[in-house]
Structure formats: C-alpha cells, structure tokens
C-alpha cells in the first residue's frame, strides 16, 4: 500500500497518454501549440499497462485518462478496453474535451467505463471558439447529450471561469445543474504556465455567492468514497449538481490521495509543486518489477505536505498542463 510521509493513502493515478490536443484554450497553449513530444518519448501502450499492473500492486484503485486529450491519442480505442480489463481496479474514468466524445461513447461503454468529465468553458457556441480557438460547441455539445441518454453517470462538466471571458455565464451553469443532471465543476484558474499567467483571477467563493444570490442555498451533498477535492451541492429541486475546485482559494491537500504519469514517463508527486520522478528510464532500460515499485515509493515519499501556492504568494508554476493533464 502507497502511504506518504503524511500518512495519506494513495490510490489514485492520473495517466495522461499524450501532449497533444485538438484544441488551443487560451488559459491552456498558445495558439500555434506548445512543442510536441516525439513519437518515441511518449509511453507507449504496452508500457502503460505495465506501469498500471504494477500500480494496482501497489493499492492504486482508480484511473483516470488525461492529456492533451486523450481520444486524438491513435489506438486510444484498444487500449481504453485493455486497462478497464486489468483486475484491481475499482474505477477507471476518463476527462475530454468532448471533440471526439460521440464517436468513442459505444467503446467506452463496452469498456465500463461510466464517470465522464468533459471540460466546457462556455454554453455558448461564440464564446467556446474563442476560448478553445476552434468551433466545436455543437460537437461536444452533441456528445454530452449523447453520453447522457446513454447513461453515462455522472457526467461533469469542468469549467475554468475567467474574468471577462465566461464570468458572465455563471448563472447559465448554475441552471444547468437545475435542469439536467449534469455535475457542474467550478475549477479555479492554476498559475501554471505562461497562458493562466496572464488571466485574472476569481475565487470561487465569488461564483458560489452569485449563484446562490440567483438561485437560493446550496445544500452540501455527502462526499462519496471516490470523490475527489470538489466540494458538492445541489439546488433544491436540481437535477444536477453544482462542485467547486478551489485548488488556490481553499487548499485541500491534506486530503490528496494521487499521482500523476506525464505522458513522457514522469511521475509528479504534486501538480503544483516542483519535483517528478523518472519512471521511463529504468523501465526502458529493462528494469525488473521491483525497481519500478521503487521509483513509485520514491514518487510518494516526495509528496509535500501541502503545494505552495496561495492568494497571497502570486507563485507560478512551470509546467505544461497539456502534457500532465489536469
Ligand atoms: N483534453 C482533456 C480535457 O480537455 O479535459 C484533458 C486535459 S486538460 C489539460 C484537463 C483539464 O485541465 C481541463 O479541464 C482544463 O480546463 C484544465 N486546466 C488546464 N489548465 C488549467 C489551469 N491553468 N487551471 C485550471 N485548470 C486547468
């Protein structure tokens, strides 16, 4: 079993499998992109699988797929059924940004995999082009609607609220969550990587307070086993939920109970803090088992008690969010 110096539990591991994305969000890359990993620095599938198999040994529980985004990843739709195949695992999901979600929901489905998060910054078609530099709405639009009627719960939808650009649709996600049953997921904007730099900031205490002011009290909803760092509401009567991820506002490390896998072979102790650990060479260099399990005890011995950044403190970080995944 996985305990850091903390004595947090560890079971979750986030994989990203690749760096590439089929969108430019502004917070997120610049709009010719941020340079591309080669072909043969990405983990391949076999090698993932591996690092999966050895990571259930270890008490990781749950999965989740990342990027870049994961379903531009080739083979993507062979691999998704071969990690849900893998006995140990309690929860495998998936978070997308919904481009190519209508295609793939059969695979998925086959595969057992139920949780879905899409990130969708806007409900409005002009607005989504100009945060993601592409007019997708529709698509992704058609394929969180398809993946409900199929059953896929629950669904939730990742917003990153930024001043000036989607602050004004707070009240529209908020109805949202009234009306389907949808998760609404407020994510506080990271300072990670030159794109969030420049973003304004706003807490999520100011989005709770103009929903609530609009639409009434949130009632908090009892976390479940699996849940991660959000905070969950309902509206009286909603069919959805409302959740707030106040990574900045409201730390909530003493709660974190993950890793990350870059899609180049890292494992990052903590999103926000300095420090990864090279898994890719040892298990390229034919390493036994045993040694990746050490590589895996090192990655959790180096988690912080807490990541380093504040309100106050105006830190940065300098990772790409498109290689690590969110
Ligand atoms: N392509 C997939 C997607 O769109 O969900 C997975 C990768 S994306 C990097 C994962 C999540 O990270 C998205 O929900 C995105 O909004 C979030 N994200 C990226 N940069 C962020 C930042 N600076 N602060 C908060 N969230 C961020």
């Given at each position: 079993?996985?305990?850091?110096?903390?004595?947090?539990?560890?079971?979750?591991l986030?994989l990203s499998i690749?760096d590439?994305?089929?969108?430019?969000?502004?917070?997120?890359?610049?709009?010719?992109?941020?340079?591309?990993l080669r072909h043969k620095e990405i983990l391949r599938y076999e090698e993932l699988l591996r690092i999966v198999r050895i990571a259930i040994k270890l008490?990781?529980?749950?999965?989740?797929?990342?990027?870049?985004?994961?379903?531009?990843?080739?083979?993507?739709?062979?691999?998704?059924?071969?990690?849900?195949?893998?006995?140990?695992?309690?929860?495998?999901?998936?978070?997308?940004?919904?481009?190519?979600?209508?295609?793939?929901?059969?695979?998925?489905?086959?595969?057992?995999?139920?949780?879905?998060?899409?990130?969708?910054?806007?409900?409005?078609?002009?607005?989504?082009?100009?945060?993601?530099?592409?007019?997708?709405?529709?698509?992704?639009?058609?394929?969180?609607?398809?993946?409900?009627?199929?059953?896929?719960?629950?669904?939730?939808?990742?917003?990153?609220?930024?001043?000036?650009?989607?602050?004004?649709?707070?009240?529209?996600?908020?109805?949202?969550?009234?009306?389907?049953?949808?998760?609404?997921?407020?994510?506080?904007?990271?300072?990670?990587?030159?794109?969030?730099?420049?973003?304004?900031?706003?807490?999520?205490?100011?989005?709770?307070?103009?929903?609530?002011?609009?639409?009434?009290?949130?009632?908090?909803?009892?976390?479940?086993?699996?849940?991660?760092?959000?905070?969950?509401?309902?509206?009286?009567?909603?069919?959805?939920?409302?959740?707030?991820?106040?990574?900045?506002?409201?730390?909530?490390?003493?709660?974190?109970?993950?890793l990350r896998l870059t899609a180049n072979g890292m494992i990052l102790p903590?999103?926000?803090?300095?420090g990864e650990v090279n898994l890719k060479g040892p298990l390229r260099r034919g390493c036994l088992d045993e040694e990746l399990i050490e590589v895996f005890l090192k990655a959790v011995d180096l988690?912080?008690?807490?990541?380093?950044?504040?309100?106050?403190?105006?830190?940065?970080?300098?990772?790409?969010?498109?290689s690590?995944?969110?």
């Open positions: 079993m996985l305990v850091d110096r903390f004595n947090r539990r560890i079971n979750y986030r690749t590439r994305c089929n969108l430019r969000c502004i917070y997120c890359m610049p709009p010719e992109g941020e340079r591309k008490g990781i529980k749950k999965i989740r797929l990342t990027g870049g985004e994961p379903l531009v990843r080739k083979g993507v739709q062979e691999f998704i059924p071969m990690l849900t195949a893998l006995k140990g695992l309690d929860d495998v999901s998936l978070t997308t940004n919904g481009v190519y979600l209508k295609d793939n929901l059969e695979m998925l489905k086959a595969a057992g995999i139920k949780r879905i998060n899409v990130s969708l910054d806007s409900l409005k078609k002009l607005n989504f082009q100009l945060i993601t530099r592409f007019d997708y709405f529709s698509k992704v639009w058609e394929g969180i609607e398809k993946a409900r009627d199929m059953g896929f719960y629950p669904i939730k939808l990742n917003i990153v609220i930024m001043k000036g650009i989607n602050d004004n649709e707070v009240l529209d996600f908020g109805r949202l969550a009234i009306e389907q049953p949808y998760h609404i997921r407020f994510i506080e904007c990271m300072p990670i990587g030159l794109q969030a730099n420049s973003m304004a900031f706003i807490p999520n205490s100011e989005i709770e307070k103009a929903l609530v002011d609009k639409f009434g009290p949130l009632i908090p909803v009892s976390p479940g086993q699996n849940d991660g760092p959000a905070r969950r509401y309902r509206f009286k009567g909603g069919k959805g939920e409302i959740g707030f991820i106040s990574a900045i506002s409201h730390s909530f490390c003493q709660d974190c109970n993950r903590c999103l926000l803090s300095k988690k912080p008690k807490c990541h380093p950044l504040n309100l106050d403190n105006h830190q940065r970080v300098h990772r790409k969010m498109c690590v995944g969110g």
